[in-house]
Every structure is written in C-alpha cells, then in structure tokens.
C-alpha cells in the first residue's frame, strides 16, 4: 500500500477533519504521516499516523481562536475580524478579502524549501492537501509531486469556473441577501484578489519551476487527479470542471467517541429539567461573539419552557457565566460530535463541519451564518431542508424559539432522510475511494 503525507494547515477546524481522513487512510493499510504545526501533534496519535512538523502559514487556531498565542499583528486581525461580523455579511467578506492579500503567500520560498527536505526525507507516493493551503499546492506543483486536495468546507472553495470568485457566495440565504451595490463592491475585491495572486502563483513558477505547466487561476488551482469533499453532493451545487474524480464524502466525523461520566452527568441533570436539549457553538472563531450567544441562550430559556441548553462560550466563559443555571450549562469547549448523538436540535454558524455532524446525526439546526463559505452553507441548510436560517445581527431572543419550532415541526422527516443518505458514506468511504483513484494514477505511471 502506498505512503502518504496528509498536510494540513494549523486550524483545529481543517485539522481535525484531515485527521480522520488520515486515520481512515491508515485503517485501510496505507502507511500515513500527517504534517502540521508541533501543536497538533496529539490528532496524528489519534489518527494513528506518523506525525511530522510543518508549519505552512504564521496564523493558527488550535481550538479557540482567541486563546491561541498569536503574534500582535495576527491578534489585531482577529479584532478587526470580529469587529467586521457586527457589520454583517458584507463587511465580513471584505475584511477577510483584504486580510487575505497579506497572508495567503506569506512565505513561499519557506514552504516549497520544507516540503522539498520532507519529501526527501519521507518519500510519499502521494499527498493530500487542503485546498486552502494555497502555498502547499503551489509548492506540490512546482515539484511535480502528485496529490489529492481536500475541501474542507463547502464545495466552491473549489471553483466551478470563470464567473466564480473565491470569497463570493454562490448563493445567500433568503433573509440575508446584500443589496446589489455592495455585492458589486464584493466582487470587486474578489476579482482583485483572483488578479493578484494568480500573477505571483505565475511568477513563483515561472522562478522555481520553469519547466512545469503554469499553475493558472491561483484560486482554481487543485489536484488534477482526485478532490474529496468533505460534504453531501447536493444536486443544485455549481458543477466543477471535469478532470479529478469528485469524492462527496458527506461528512468527515470519525465515529464519536461516547461521553464520559462528566458529561453524562451534565446531560442528565439538563434532561432532568426539560424535556428537549440543544446545543450552542459557533466555532473556533466565532464564539467571541458573546452577544449572539447571550440572545441565543436568553431566548431559548426564557421563551420556552421546556428547552434546556449546553453552550461552547470559549474565552467568554466568564463573561457568560451568570446565564448558567438549572436548564442552561456554560462550558469552554465541548465534545461537540458526541453530544449530538444526545440532542435534539443544534445552533451553529454554518461551519462545513457542524452542518455536515449535524446532518449524519440527524439534527436539525437554526444556522446563524458570520463569515466565509458560512453563507452558502446556511443556503444549503435552507434548500436541503437541514435547517432555518436567522441573521446573527438582527434577530431577536424570541425569533430563536420560533426558529427551533418551526424546524422541530416540519424538518425532522428530511432530516432524518438526509443523515440515511449522508451516513452511507463518510471518512472510511472516502478513504478507499481516494486509494483506488490515486492507486490507479500510480499504475499508469
């Protein structure tokens, strides 16, 4: 079987995922190495994979963003960030636009130079990359290394065509589309950036790899062999060029471990007080965003009665903590993929991972969309019939319970009809599918 290097970049939301596809790679017998910063070195023993270091961006997220050591500048980005969200959808996206042109390819003499000495050293017949990890793919092409990419959030991350701009929706939720001039003004930007850093992928090509074919749209660039989804293959999605195989995976949730006797005490005593349970977590990220939890939890406690909460509050733990009570449990971080084999509905940001847990879990969800590629998810939500979706900004503390409500009532059927169809496939699927198409790359070569 063959060697691999899973490379990922250092976002516990990327990480993760990656880890499992590594794992699942691993229980299939091939022998896997998983590449990231020394700080995730703990998902490579999970996964039972080798661990080697690399570190292929200056940014980092282990699990809270705001509790991850960042250097000044990258602190200051995340205020701003945050700062932006408030503003909505629009001003989010330009923000993240502008941040991207300052770090997208902060160094890529360092990363084409590291995996260079790895490949050296550990000698792949192929690797898996994140397909935005641009500066790992660039460096991948120029070296004329095979490799699978890996989306991990919603599928235009890989883009369908020319008319499609990274950081552009392909779709907005009903009640969150912008007005036609600050779309224009979106666009802009996105094209800006499609210009840009299509010419510097050019030059650094042209520099280091002369002989190669040019990388082309830089956005565009992904493995011309096999790209796994790690999402449902929804029919109205934009249809991707062909070329690579196409793997929809659905999800990429190892199976969950079972709660441990704290947390089965915790859901116990909520279950006690109410008859349905609901969790709370808006990311890595997005959990500094205390005002939206705190008319999320007030709104479910004070407009039911039988509802009780479990909410990830991350650094604003104890800014949260007088919401804590009999029907409501404030926590830093939870087990999220266990918990919700154990309740009946889920608040998220749109996040790929917790819309794609919450589907193969059969829970419906009210999505409450920020930033990035959480707008097209919450569009999918919407049409799938996953979930409701609600602006983080504008909405009330009762339009929460009426949300929950409505998806109670009239989702749970398609729900449970998309977790049937989600659940057929997942990481182990999608591991040997990607073994049988690389595996018959390397016959041919």
Not at 33 to 56: D, I, K, T, Y
Not at 140 to 159: M, N
Not at 215 to 244: D, E, I, N, T
């Given at each position: ?14 990480a ?7 794992g ?14 020394p ?23 282990t ?6 050591e ?15 969200t ?7 996206l ?13 160094d ?8 260079r ?5 550990v000698?792949?017949d192929w690797y ?14 120029c070296?004329g ?39 224009r003004?979106l666009?802009t ?43 449902p293959p929804f ?32 859901l116990?005593?909520?279950r ?11 990311g890595?990220?997005?959990s ?13 406690v ?12 991350g ?7 007088d919401?804590?009570g009999?029907r ?11 918990l ?52 983080p900004?504008?909405?009330a503390p009762?339009?929460v ?17 998309l ?11 999608a591991?040997g ?13």
């Amino acid at each position: 079987m063959p060697r691999v290097v899973v490379v990922s970049p250092p976002f516990m939301s990327h990480a993760r995922p990656l880890s499992v596809l590594a794992g699942a790679l691993g229980r299939q017998g091939a022998d896997v190495h998983f590449a990231c910063a020394p700080a995730f070195e703990h998902l490579a023993r999970q996964a039972g994979a080798r661990f080697v270091p690399l570190s292929v961006t200056r940014n980092a997220n282990t699990g809270v963003a705001e509790a991850t050591e960042q250097d000044d500048q990258e602190a200051a980005r995340l205020r701003e960030f945050l700062d932006a969200t408030r503003e909505g959808a629009v001003s989010t996206l330009l923000t993240q636009a502008r941040h991207r042109r300052a770090d997208m390819l902060a160094d890529p003499d360092g990363v084409l130079d590291a995996l260079r000495s790895m490949d050296r050293e550990v000698r792949p017949d192929w690797y898996v990359v994140d397909q935005l990890s641009y500066p790992v793919t660039l460096a991948l092409h120029c070296l004329g290394l095979p490799y699978a990419s890996f989306c991990p959030g919603h599928p235009s991350y890989v883009l369908a065509g020319p008319d499609a701009w990274f950081g552009v929706p392909y779709d907005w939720p009903s009640g969150l589309r912008p007005a036609p001039r600050r779309l224009r003004e979106l666009r802009t930007a996105a094209r800006r950036n499609d210009k840009l850093f299509t010419s510097l992928f050019e030059a650094f090509a042209r520099q280091h790899a002369p002989s190669r074919p040019a990388p082309g749209r830089a956005f565009a660039l992904s493995s011309p062999h096999a790209v796994v989804y790690a999402y449902p293959p929804f029919p109205w999605l934009p249809k991707p060029p062909h070329g690579p195989a196409r793997l929809f995976a659905g999800h990429m949730a190892a199976d969950p471990d079972p709660l441990d006797t704290d947390w089965d005490a915790r859901l116990r005593r909520l279950r006690g007080n109410s008859e349905r349970l609901v969790l709370v977590a808006l990311g890595t990220f997005l959990s500094a965003r205390d005002d939206v939890l705190r008319t999320v939890v007030t709104g479910l406690v004070e407009g039911t009665q039988d509802v009780s909460v479990v909410v990830a509050a991350g650094e604003r733990t104890a800014a949260l903590a007088d919401l804590a009570g009999d029907r409501v449990e404030v926590a830093r971080s939870v087990p999220q993929r266990a918990l919700l084999d154990h309740v009946d509905a889920m608040v998220h940001h749109g996040g790929g991972n917790s819309f794609t847990e919450c589907l193969r879990a059969g829970v419906p969800a009210v999505v409450l969309p920020f930033s990035s590629d959480q707008f097209s998810v919450a569009r999918d939500a919407e049409r799938s019939g996953a979930g409701v979706v609600l602006d983080p900004n504008t909405m009330a503390p009762d339009d929460v319970p009426a949300a929950l409500a409505a998806a109670w009532t009239s989702l749970e059927p398609r729900v449970a009809a998309l977790a049937e169809s989600v659940g057929r496939r997942g990481p182990r699927w999608a591991a040997g599918e990607l073994l049988a198409s690389m595996g018959a790359l390397s016959a041919r070569t």
